[in-house]
């Protein structure tokens, strides 16, 4: 069984809500769906930013030498907080413009994109990549199966449709 998840969700640009009303409402349920997959056994924080396109470009610039906006951005932690307390495994920022514009350019709902970056920037905070095939792999089959448990379809095979 999972320990218990702390989530510190904080609506950076108000263009979320005006986009997705129930933004707030549909990260909780992708984190703690996620959380609830992976068991877990210690007892975990994470701090989840739904910001804009400028704020993430300016840190994937300086983090990632990339200067453009990206969809998530993920920061491992992996260290108690205070003595005794959850493991604060870091925080993940999702771009609202960059985010709707995938969903729209990929006919997702921005409800299963957003739920799938979610998900997806979890994963990379307790330790999954997808540098390697083997580690994509791994990677994705967590996503799918959590997504599926969500009621989102598989986004690889809607993203391979999409491009032929």
């Known amino acids: 069984m999972a320990g218990k998840l702390e989530i510190d969700l904080t ?3 108000p263009l979320w809500r005006e986009m997705l009303p129930n933004v707030e409402k549909i990260v909780r349920r992708a984190v ?17 930013l739904m910001s804009d396109d400028a704020a993430i470009r300016s840190l994937n610039r300086d983090h990632r030498g ?11 932690m992996g260290e108690p907080i205070s003595p005794g307390g959850p493991i604060h495994l870091g925080d993940v920022m999702l771009a609202c413009e960059t985010v709707a514009r995938e969903a729209a350019r990929d ?3 921005l409800e299963a994109h957003v739920s799938h970056l979610t998900v997806h920037g979890l994963l990379h905070l307790l330790g999954h990549d997808h540098q390697s095939a083997d580690q994509a792999s791994a990677m994705e089959g967590i996503e799918i199966t959590v997504l599926a448990a969500l ?3 598989n986004p690889y095979l809607e993203a391979a449709a999409a491009a032929e």
């Not at 703690?32 to 701090?47: M, N, T």
């Not at 990339?66 to 998530?72: I, L, Y």
Request: hydrophobic share 45%.
């Open 11 to 13: 609506l950076v640009s």
């Open 32 to 48: 703690e769906r996620a959380w609830a997959s992976v068991d877990v056994a210690a007892d975990g924080e994470v701090s989840l």
């Open 66 to 76: 990339k200067d453009q906006p990206t969809n998530v951005l993920a920061f491992p």
């Open 107 to 109: 006919a997702k709902t």
């Open 151 to 153: 009621g989102y379809p």
